[in-house]
């Protein structure tokens, strides 16, 4: 069994993690919830997703829980969906930046994720038979949290920030999860992202990955087509692109299409730095917002080159890494911005 890391399960498909599997966690997690305690479950949008993850809500369904299916939607969603229902567990089908061909799981039974041996005992429980279903077994219902949760964000920004003057954009990353609902019809994608727009206002809306057809070519058509209709609608949706952009000649393509608002740069992708900072100027000759980005998998060191290609290049943004976004990339992205910004503002400093 492949663990990725100490909170979760990670693991190649069909070698490492089957349905089985999946069935025999979901009862597991079920029993630890208790029988009617309400439990939600959503899936990323990898092609193994759907099996495991039906495998998964039929384990929890046969512990009798009170199962909510999210369907397949960015991981962020779930942990909102649980603490808006007040739920006492939720589980997320998701091998987050793993290769295609890899799944796992991601849960917490209570309000924090699980210990090392709380996800070794999950592990040890896949290797036992599986138990007969109960006569009581529930039956799942379904929940779309997407316009709950872009209100939120706006609700939140309006009640904490600390000037009116504060006025983020929302980036969401929908990981092609659009085009494998509305089956990558562009009108019925732009009428979804026009009510979302509507729950983010004032706030403007961008939407990262909305579909991902599998082909380049018919991928930046698409981008481009879905662009197109927004624009003519007069919408406050911008679209980055993130799959299909791994070297110079694809952001290129891209630019002269202009098939997106932004580009999402994947340093460790396009190879050296140089190529990074290539990318950036590409994109600002081109007239499209540059996303210094890359994976949540890099180390400090590479974080802190990063920073100073920003600040030669002027990117519109820039990830926050390594992790997911959050405090430790934050921290070491800011501390090396402050610190290089010192440095050039001492005598003597070549700026």
């Not at 090392?116 to 077994?137: F, I, M, N, T, Y």
């Not at 980005?293 to 974080?303: F, H, L, P, Q, W």
Request: charged share 20%; aromatic share 6%; proline share 6%.
């Amino acid at each position: 069994m492949g663990i990725h890391k100490l909170c979760e399960i990670r693991g190649h498909v069909p070698t490492e993690l089957t349905p089985e599997h999946y069935w025999r966690w979901g009862h597991q997690l079920g029993k630890r919830a208790g029988r009617k305690a309400k439990f939600v479950v959503g899936g990323d949008v990898r092609l193994s997703t759907p099996p495991l993850m039906a495998a998964l809500i039929d384990g929890l369904c046969c512990a009798g829980v009170d199962l909510v299916d999210l369907g397949i939607l960015p991981t962020p969603m779930v942990y909102y969906a649980k603490r808006r229902i007040r739920a006492a567990g939720c589980a997320v089908v998701t091998a987050s930046h793993n290769p295609p061909d890899f799944n796992g799981l991601t849960w917490m039974v209570g309000d924090l994720p699980p210990t090392e041996d709380e996800v070794e005992q999950l592990c040890h429980a896949s290797r036992a038979g599986r138990a007969r279903k109960s006569p009581g077994r529930t039956q799942p219902r379904s929940l779309d949290v997407s316009f709950d949760y872009v209100a939120w964000l706006r609700q939140r920004i309006l009640s904490k920030r600390a000037s009116p003057y504060y006025h983020p954009e929302l980036h969401i990353d929908v990981y092609g999860t659009l085009g494998i609902i509305f089956d990558a019809e562009v009108p019925a994608i732009a009428s979804y992202l026009a009510s979302l727009a509507q729950a983010a206002a004032p706030f403007a809306l961008r939407i990262e990955g909305p579909v991902d057809m599998g082909d380049r070519l018919v991928h930046y058509e698409t981008l481009q087509a879905l662009r197109t209709e927004l624009r003519r609608r007069e919408l406050r949706v911008e679209i980055a692109a993130d799959e299909w952009c791994n070297s110079i000649a694809d952001i290129q393509l891209l630019a002269e299409m202009q098939a997106v608002d932004m580009v999402q740069i994947k340093t460790p992708v396009l190879g050296g730095l140089t190529n990074s900072i290539a990318a950036v100027l590409l994109c600002r000759k081109h007239g499209l917002k540059a996303y210094l980005g890359g994976t949540c998998n890099e180390t400090e060191r590479s974080d802190q080159l990063c920073v100073h290609v920003a600040i030669a290049t002027s990117p519109y943004q820039m990830l926050a890494k390594p992790g997911m976004g959050v405090d430790e990339g934050f921290m070491i992205v800011k501390n090396e911005m402050v610190r290089a910004q010192t440095l050039l503002r001492r005598p003597g400093s070549r700026t």
